[in-house]
């Protein structure tokens, strides 16, 4: 498929689906210009018919051999790259961001598949746990139980708005959901449909390829109010993935905790990501810590969900010298493309209600088109800041807020009055040790990664990294977004006590035919 080729239609288990609903169009956020083609929106008795299907793939999807799952994970990355410059040309009509990036983001998703396919090839995943008999134990028996983590069943994902490749169709929420053998049904964002439209149509491609049943994947156009809370209430789904707006991501769980049996809704939401500059970080480079900061602050335009929300800058000369260099380097910077009209005017918006709490310190000019409007910084002292809840709030874009300080004792009270962070971040010397060491168990509490001497944009994918925390960063502070770990959100434990070993899946049989890492009587199984 290429750009005109586009449908302008749901795909549901394999098949071209003509929405009944009003059509609707993407915008270009550059020129602002309506896109074709358009995209016919579909009932809540057309979504039926894809999670239908895909409570139809579940057992057979569920239980694929790890190479056949694997190489089907591979293909989907392999058929995405071969439509990359159809993929990218799109995203950048759809999105405004540049070439480079979207280019950067087309290869994070295919290498997000294949580290996927790597996981289900070690299988570790999959939490095999066997207790063997015993049964001449005294003073009773043990039965023989073993354990394993299966998947959950179908998974709802929602596209997320400022990644629409890395957190959309093929994103993060969808790769984990495929690995650990749950269906999807994906409902995709009305901001870049043709993207969205073009990374399913690849998906279709790898799962034609493997012989999969085509419930596997649906890929449905829809309005959020109707089919959107339709499909989180669906009793096929079993999970939902999200990224995107608090508002957006607490209506999803309204509406999973509503249902009759409730499933969990995993939302990424809302982050400002403190920065914390401890005295002597601002002895060393200043220059450097500047670019590094506004670097960070401007990147994508700032629609980066760890993007520096705020920065805590110590009183006097050397915290003076830092603001001073911000202010310069701010001021001379010019406004990039917006993802979106309403991105835009929410950004606005967030920018007129921080100045009546908050001086304004830098603004840059605005850039080209109708939605670059130019970034923005605050300044505000740390009790204004800790009293005044609208100091606190996201601003989704290049603005940020500095906050100065007198004393690093009183970041910890501070650091414990914020709300749940994806990231928290402290720069430090060797003369800061002991107020970090004050600091780093508030931030714990706080925040899923935390950084030291880095910025928080730029997410590692990999099998360490945390992209998640406590509310409202997330709906559930126990999960990742983002590296393999985020397999875990779709599983389930069962244990099987006294089963026949020919009744029992694969990895707990006794001979051990998948050779997937096995925890037996507490101790690792050589394999």
């Known amino acids: 498929m290429t750009i005109d080729t586009l449908t302008g239609h749901s795909s549901i288990a394999g098949r071209t689906v003509v929405g009944t609903g009003a059509p609707s169009r993407a915008i270009s956020p550059a020129t602002g210009e ?29 239980r694929l051999s790890p190479e056949r799952h694997a190489a089907f994970l591979e293909t989907i990355a392999d058929e995405m790259e071969a439509a990359g ?17 979207l280019t950067g983001e087309l290869g994070r998703t295919t290498g997000q598949l294949r580290m996927f396919a790597g996981v289900v090839r070690a299988g570790l995943f999959r939490g095999v746990r066997v207790d063997p008999a015993i049964p001449d134990r005294v003073p009773a028996p043990r039965a023989d139980i073993r354990q394993r983590k299966a998947a959950v069943g179908p998974v709802a994902v929602f596209g997320a708005s400022n990644f629409p490749l890395a957190f959309s169709t093929a994103g993060g929420d969808t790769a984990s959901a495929l690995a650990a053998g749950c269906p999807v049904v994906f409902k995709a964002h009305s901001s870049h449909p043709g ?5 399913a149509a690849a998906i279709a491609r790898a799962i034609a390829a493997h012989d999969l049943h085509p419930g596997v994947f649906s890929h449905v156009f829809g309005p959020g109010r109707t089919v959107g809370r339709a499909l989180v209430t669906d009793p096929a789904i079993q999970a939902v993935g999200f990224t995107g707006s608090r508002s957006g991501g607490l209506s999803l769980v309204q509406a999973a905790q509503s249902r009759p049996v409730p499933i969990p809704v995993y939302a990424e939401m809302s982050s400002v990501n403190p920065v914390f500059l401890l005295p002597g970080s601002l002895d060393g480079d200043l220059d450097a810590l500047v670019t590094g900061f506004v670097g960070s602050m401007l990147g994508s335009s700032g629609q980066l969900c760890t993007k520096p929300g705020s920065v805590f800058v110590p009183a006097g000369e050397r915290g003076d010298a830092f603001v001073a260099a911000v202010q310069r380097a701010v001021d001379g910077a010019v406004g990039q493309t917006m993802l979106s009209p309403s991105i835009a005017d929410a950004w606005r918006s967030g920018v007129r209600t921080r100045a009546g709490h908050a001086d304004v310190m830098a603004r840059g000019a605005d850039g080209v088109g109708p939605h670059a409007p ?14 005044d809840e609208v100091l606190q709030a996201e601003i989704f874009g290049a603005a940020s807020l500095i906050v100065r300080y007198v004393d690093a004792a009183d970041l910890p009270a501070a650091a414990a009055r914020l709300e749940g962070q994806l990231t928290a971040t402290i720069h430090l010397t060797d003369s800061d040790v002991e107020a970090a060491a004050a600091l780093l168990p508030v931030l714990e509490r706080k925040a899923g990664r935390i ?77």
């Open 34 to 62: 309506e896109l074709e083609p358009a995209y016919s929106q579909i009932d809540v008795d057309q979504l039926r018919e894809a999670t239908a299907a895909a409570e139809t793939a579940f057992d057979s999807f569920s």
């Open 85 to 101: 410059g159809a993929i990218v040309a799109r995203a950048e009509q759809e999105t405004g961001l540049p070439n480079t990036r």
């Open 195 to 199: 993207t969205s439209e073009l990374v």
């Open 374 to 387: 130019g970034p923005v910084v605050h300044v505000t002292g740390l009790d204004s800041f800790l009293e």
């Open 451 to 527: 950084l030291a001497n880095g910025w928080p944009t730029g997410v590692e994918v990999g099998h360490a990294v945390v992209h998640g925390g406590p509310f409202p960063a997330t709906s559930d502070s126990r999960a990742t977004s983002v590296g393999s770990l985020a397999i875990e959100r779709f599983l389930r434990p069962i244990a099987y006590q006294n089963i026949p070993d020919a009744l029992l899946p694969e990895p707990l049989r006794q001979g051990n035919p998948w050779n997937v890492p096995r925890l037996v009587d507490g101790v690792m199984e050589q394999v």
